[in-house]
Every structure is written in C-alpha cells, then in structure tokens.
C-alpha cells in the first residue's frame, strides 16, 4: 500500500476521524458560550460560598492571627457553603419541576375525563331525541 493511500494518521497511531470530544480547542471554543448566570443555582451558591468564607475566614484571622491558617479556613469554608448549597438549590428546583409534572399530568387525566363525560352526555342526549325512530318536534 502506498503512502497516499493510507488514512491520515492521527495521535496514537489511529486514523484521524475528526475532532476528538477532548480536544482542547473544542473546550475554549464552547467556554467562551458558557455563562454562569444561565446555570440554575450557580450565581446564589456562589455569593453564599463567597460570603460564608470570608466571614469565616476574617474570623479566624482575627481569634488565631495566622494568615495560612485562615487562607485555609477561608477555603475550605467558601467550598463547602458553595457545593452544599448548589446541592440543596439543585434538589429544590428538581422536586419543584417533579411536582410540576405530576400536576400536570393529573389536569390532563381531569381534562381527558371531563371530555369522555362531555362526549357521553353528547351521544346520550342525541340518541334519546330520536325515540322511536321519530325525529322530535
């Protein structure tokens, strides 16, 4: 087989099929799209994540006098409030949306309901107007 008529060779010895999805490129490209106002809970985690640590974090200044120590406080307590606070925002909003999709459903059952009835009272009312074969007066 001749040079030109091998497939393109990509990294690893395995034939280039294109962009890989952990193409570092890819990743800049779809971060300048991203946004955290877009992300249901982020902005709120964050602020409460930003606040909580730094609260904490002067506070252990101020009790210990030590700048790593508190840097550390400051940390690990802005990364505990922000992730437990996502969590807890994120489930909110999930039982929120679940509760909103079994409403829904049972409006449309109700609805589906009161339309057989409606239909039912419809084909009752006609068929008892044509009694005996006569049209009614």
């Avoid at 034939?15 to 570092?24: C, R, V």
């Amino acid at each position: 087989m001749a040079d030109s008529e091998r497939p393109e060779q990509g990294h690893g010895g395995k034939a280039d099929t294109g962009p890989s999805p952990y193409d570092w490129r890819l990743f800049f490209q779809n971060a300048r799209h991203f946004s955290i106002a877009r992300t249901p809970c982020a902005r709120d985690a964050l602020l409460n994540g930003i606040a909580g640590g730094t609260g904490l974090g002067f506070a252990r200044f101020f009790q210990s006098k030590l700048i790593g120590s508190s840097c550390n406080v400051a940390f690990v307590t802005f990364l505990t409030i922000t992730l437990g606070s996502f969590e807890l925002c994120n489930q909110r909003r999930r039982a929120k949306e679940l509760e909103a999709i079994v409403l829904t459903r049972q409006l449309n059952e109700k609805t589906e309901l009161m339309r057989a009835r409606q239909k039912q009272r419809d084909n009752a009312s006609t068929s008892t107007d044509t009694v005996d074969g006569k049209d009614p007066p």
